[in-house]
């Protein structure tokens, strides 16, 4: 018979993303991240790889982004609207950090899996932060997926992409809660 671990299923349950726009001040200390990195660096990872590192960006590196962003969406031909939804993101934030997805080489890992592993590190350090009471969320947009971008902000390596950045702070106002999934729509049961 299993042991239940109620408290973390409740958490589960019930956990809700919050705004990064709403996140400010204080943010999450050196100390205090570490374990919050340390539960992400728990994600399953097939072939024992590794595919995945952090970049922790306090706010003067997220203004920095923030401007590379508008550089980016600038040599890219985008309009102000989508030059802005890229850079906002750095330059409200307080404390970010950047899960960058690295592909390695292996005869038995196919690459999908090493990006799916890469996607699970971003949710466990989004679990984390609001399990340990922060306000986080995990956001992408056109810079996360723009390989321009991810070089000249980031110094990333061609094997290299950016699977998301969580956002972690205080939260200033709790959001309401949203619909959830249709269980009776997207689960299928086949048991016998």
Same mark, same amino acid.
């Given at each position: 018979?299993?042991?239940?671990?109620?408290?973390?299923? !409740? =958490?589960?349950?019930?956990?809700?993303?919050?705004? %990064?726009?709403?996140?400010?001040?204080?943010?999450?200390?050196? !100390?205090?991240?570490?374990?919050?990195?340390?539960? %992400?660096?728990?994600?399953?990872?097939?072939?024992?790889?590794?595919?995945?590192? +952090?970049? #922790?960006?306090?706010?003067?590196?997220?203004?920095?982004?923030?401007?590379?962003?508008?550089?980016?969406?600038?040599?890219?031909?985008?309009?102000? !609207?989508?030059?802005?939804?890229?850079?906002?993101? +750095?330059?409200?934030?307080?404390? %970010? #950090?950047? #899960?960058?997805?690295?592909?390695?080489?292996?005869?038995?890992?196919?690459?999908?899996?090493?990006?799916?592993?890469?996607?699970?590190?971003?949710? %466990?350090?989004?679990?984390?932060?609001?399990?340990?009471?922060?306000?986080?969320?995990?956001?992408?947009?056109?810079?996360?997926?723009?390989?321009? =971008?991810?070089?000249?902000?980031?110094?990333?390596?061609?094997?290299?992409?950016?699977?998301? +950045?969580?956002?972690?702070?205080?939260?200033?106002?709790?959001?309401? !809660?949203?619909?959830?999934?249709?269980?009776?729509?997207?689960?299928?049961?086949?048991?016998?």
């Amino acid at each position: 018979m299993p042991t239940p671990n109620p408290a973390a299923l !409740e =958490f589960l349950l019930s956990r809700r993303s919050r705004p %990064a726009k709403t996140l400010t001040t204080p943010v999450p200390s050196r !100390e205090a991240l570490l374990p919050l990195l340390s539960a %992400a660096a728990r994600t399953p990872d097939h072939g024992k790889l590794e595919p995945w590192r +952090f970049v #922790v960006l306090g706010k003067a590196a997220l203004a920095r982004l923030g401007q590379t962003a508008r550089l980016r969406a600038q040599e890219l031909g985008y309009d102000t !609207e989508k030059a802005d939804k890229g850079a906002n993101q +750095f330059e409200t934030g307080t404390l %970010a #950090v950047a #899960v960058i997805e690295v592909q390695r080489d292996s005869p038995k890992i196919p690459p999908l899996e090493m990006t799916y592993s890469a996607g699970a590190a971003c949710l %466990a350090l989004l679990n984390a932060a609001l399990a340990a009471g922060w306000g986080a969320n995990w956001l992408s947009g056109w810079p996360s997926h723009d390989a321009g =971008f991810g070089q000249a902000a980031l110094g990333l390596a061609e094997n290299e992409r950016i699977a998301g +950045f969580i956002h972690i702070g205080t939260e200033t106002a709790t959001p309401p !809660e949203r619909p959830r999934p249709d269980l009776e729509k997207i689960v299928t049961w086949a048991l016998d």
